[in-house]
């Protein structure tokens, strides 16, 4: 009981936890309970395009962090220790969205709470940016008007590309530009490659379709964005 007692009394005083057995287990389980929360929120906020990994990283994270916290405590040798075992690892994935990298940082927040002890004021954080990001995804907040694509045009190396598709694209875009011009198929052909905002309710095969009759029914290319790719 007097574990018990000293943990909740770090919960309301923000001053830290004694590090005992049931401490421990208490702030690991409380860091878990946040990061399957947080880990809900992103795959409700994500739907049809959340990735299972990362969904799991966000569960995972909060308690690893809240364990090398605990571990660690004070210890200025133990604190060398770990960043020396860090600095061997190298990470050599491509960035990432920015706001999975935004979650990772709720995560983060999340794990150095319960680590300090500060389980009251994670609990509150937690909660409130949950909702929030909950609110945003509901309410599409500064999602744009207009849809980002590529499309990627072959064209006979005979045919004038200048200005050629300008008539079909103004009708279903409401901006667009021509951003790369390369040969293929040993300079026989042309592949156009054009950022395009398409105007909202354009019917794309309408599009496709027009183009076709310009470029001898030759491959097009009609794709999201790059930064589409998870629909941001």
């Not at 018990?4 to 005992?20: D, H, K, M, Q, R």
């Not at 592949?191 to 599009?207: C, F, H, N, P, V």
């Amino acid at each position: 009981m007097e574990a018990l007692t000293s943990f909740f009394n770090a919960i309301n005083s923000g001053s830290g936890i004694e590090i005992n057995t049931v401490n421990i287990i208490l702030s690991m389980a409380a860091a878990l309970i946040f990061g399957i929360l947080i880990s809900l929120t992103y795959i409700y906020t994500h739907k049809d395009r959340h990735q299972q990994s990362f969904a799991i990283t966000l569960t995972m994270l909060p308690i690893i962090l809240t364990v090398i916290i605990l571990f660690v405590g004070s210890n200025v040798a133990r604190a060398f220790s770990l960043a020396g075992t860090l600095s061997i690892i190298r990470f050599r994935s491509a960035p990432g969205d920015p706001e999975d990298i935004g979650y990772i940082f709720f995560d983060i927040a999340a794990g150095l709470a319960c680590g300090v002890g500060l389980f009251l004021w994670g609990a509150i954080f937690v909660i409130l940016l949950c909702l929030v990001m909950i609110f945003i995804s509901k309410t599409n907040y500064a999602r744009p008007k207009s849809t980002a694509k590529q499309l990627k045009i072959t064209i006979p190396e005979n045919l004038d590309y200048e200005g050629v598709f300008d008539e079909i694209l103004k009708r279903y875009t409401n901006s667009y530009v021509l951003r790369r011009v390369k040969t293929t198929d040993l300079g026989s052909l042309f592949e156009l490659t054009y950022s395009l905002k398409m105007i909202k309710g354009a019917d794309e095969k309408e599009l496709i379709d027009e183009l076709r009759t310009r470029n001898g029914n030759l491959n097009i290319v009609l794709s999201l964005a790059e930064n589409e790719v998870y629909g941001k």
